[in-house]
């Protein structure tokens, strides 16, 4: 596999980055610094970028989850209530399960998890701004064009004024809301804001990967290519 691939597909970067990375003379191959991302790799080669080793992509885990209502996004609870590490089964050798941010225990849809602490702190990092995109069914019907003009413009919370929302009315009650940031509650927040309390929240797509047909409580692992994808969903496109 050319180099440049190896480590989009390892998920450091994407692909144009990762290029980058490579031109830069960042990474090296069996010691050797190289600047060529056509170089062949294989599964024998020792691959650093800026000194650290380079997880094989076979070895990288993600999974995306269909989290149901009642169950926590941590990876541990202490109240005993189920999480969604908990819906995917453990990982040979001991390898632990991250949550890629977080939902609310009455959010449903589409959460990330890996096992790969690096990916899921890029993917979380407010500087990545990988757009999010939620359905709502809201309180307070019908929604006013004022309303979605409010969010499209960004709302001021009490942790200060939020960036600007992608919004589209679904119907009088329900509204498909695309965010870059995380903030705690931030959606549920937004629309109580302009008057609309939230009355079912789901996650339906996270960057370029779709919730799709996955059954509440299921989950599928993420394919390299996916995996590549989202690393160039995110503004930053960069490592660390
Ligand atoms: N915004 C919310 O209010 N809750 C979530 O779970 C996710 C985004």
Do not use: C, W
Not at 128 to 134: A, D, G, H
Not at 190 to 202: A, D, F, I, N, T
């Amino acid at each position: 596999m050319r180099l440049g691939k190896f480590l989009a597909s390892a998920g450091v970067a994407s692909r144009r980055a990762s290029e980058e990375l490579i031109r830069a003379g960042r990474v090296t191959v069996d010691e050797q610094v190289e600047t060529d991302p056509a170089r062949q790799v294989d599964g024998t080669s020792t691959v650093l970028v800026d000194g650290q080793a380079v997880r094989q992509p076979s070895q990288r885990l993600v999974y995306a989850v269909n989290k149901p209502t009642g169950v926590v996004s941590t990876a541990r609870d202490p109240q005993g209530r189920p999480t969604v590490v908990s819906l995917v089964p453990h990982p040979p050798g001991g390898a632990r399960l991250y949550p890629v941010g977080r939902l609310d225990i009455d959010t449903t849809g589409l959460i990330l998890l890996t096992n790969d602490g690096e990916l899921a702190h890029r993917l979380m990092h407010p500087r990545f701004e990988v757009p999010k995109t939620y359905r709502a069914l809201l309180g307070q019907p019908p929604v006013s064009g004022r309303a979605i003009r409010a969010l499209g413009d960004g709302v001021v919370l009490e942790d200060g004024p939020t960036a600007p929302a992608a919004v589209r009315a679904l119907g009088p009650d329900r509204l498909e809301l695309v965010i870059t940031e995380g903030r705690k509650r931030q959606v549920k927040r937004m629309l109580e804001r302009v008057g609309h309390p939230v009355k079912q929240l789901e996650r339906v797509a996270f960057g370029p990967l779709k919730l799709g047909d996955l059954r509440p409580g299921s989950y599928r692992r993420l394919t390299a290519k996916e995996i590549e994808q989202l690393l160039s969903a995110g503004s930053g496109d960069r490592r660390r």
